[in-house]
T-cell receptor, first 115, second 112 residues
């Protein structure tokens, strides 16, 4: 009965490779997010989708491409991985009501390590 | 840029004691949220307090908000070892985008 699930939990790969992280939520939420948490625990939003539409796109290299096939799924594809991409990536979801933010529900993260 | 800043960065207390964490932010907000992150896990929402509220309680948690000082505090009473985690505040931006901006967190250790 996991609410927000992301796979894989761990991802170890070589520099230059392309990889994808998948996220699914079964909460019926309209909005999904990708965050990056660095080694100092600083959490920064990358993207947000509402009903498959991109609504937040922070200053993220275009090597990162989100894709939302439906409102329950938000995947993240990363091309040409670099050492600086090593981090924990979190998917989250929330219900969207106007412009006021609602509580977000997070997955347990994908730990990406670039060798 | 708008960002919550938690204080202290780290806090170590004994079981049974109270823990207070503070958060300061820079711009007007619609609401402020507190989250907990256990080691190796995702963030868990604790409390949301709206800009027109001054105090909110949930079990052993008490959150205050002072919009004139652009600050909030999270008080955990009668702490337990299981409260050991990092605690983050997150703010939106009134009139701005819908994103949440997280602070750098306070790492709380509750010693048994």
């Amino acid at each position: 009965d996991t609410a927000v699930s992301q796979t894989p939990k761990y991802l170890v790969t070589q520099m230059g490779n392309d990889k994808s992280i998948k996220c699914e939520q079964n909460l019926g939420h309209d909005t999904m997010y990708w965050y990056k948490q660095d080694s100092k625990k600083f959490l920064k939003i990358m993207f947000s989708y509402n009903n498959k539409e991109l609504i937040i796109n922070e200053t993220v290299p275009n090597r990162f491409s989100p894709k939302s096939p439906d409102k329950a799924h938000l995947n993240l594809h990363i091309n040409s991985l670099e050492l600086g991409d090593s981090a924990v990536y979190f998917c989250a979801s929330s219900q969207r009501t106007g412009r006021s933010n609602q509580p977000q529900h997070f997955g347990d993260g994908t730990r990406l390590s670039i060798l | 840029s708008q960002q919550g800043e938690e204080d202290p960065q780290a806090l170590s207390i004994q079981e049974g004691e109270n823990a207070t964490m503070n958060c300061s932010y820079k711009t007007s907000i619609n609401n402020l949220q507190w989250y907990r992150q256990n080691s190796g896990r995702g963030l868990v929402h604790l409390i949301l307090i709206r800009s027109n509220e001054r105090e909110k309680h949930s079990g052993r948690l008490r959150v205050t908000l002072d919009t004139s000082k652009k600050s909030s505090s999270l008080l955990i009473t009668a702490s337990r070892a299981a409260d050991t985690a990092s605690y983050f505040c997150a703010t939106d931006n009134q009139g701005g985008s819908e994103k949440l901006v997280f602070g750098k967190g306070t790492k709380l250790t509750v010693n048994p």
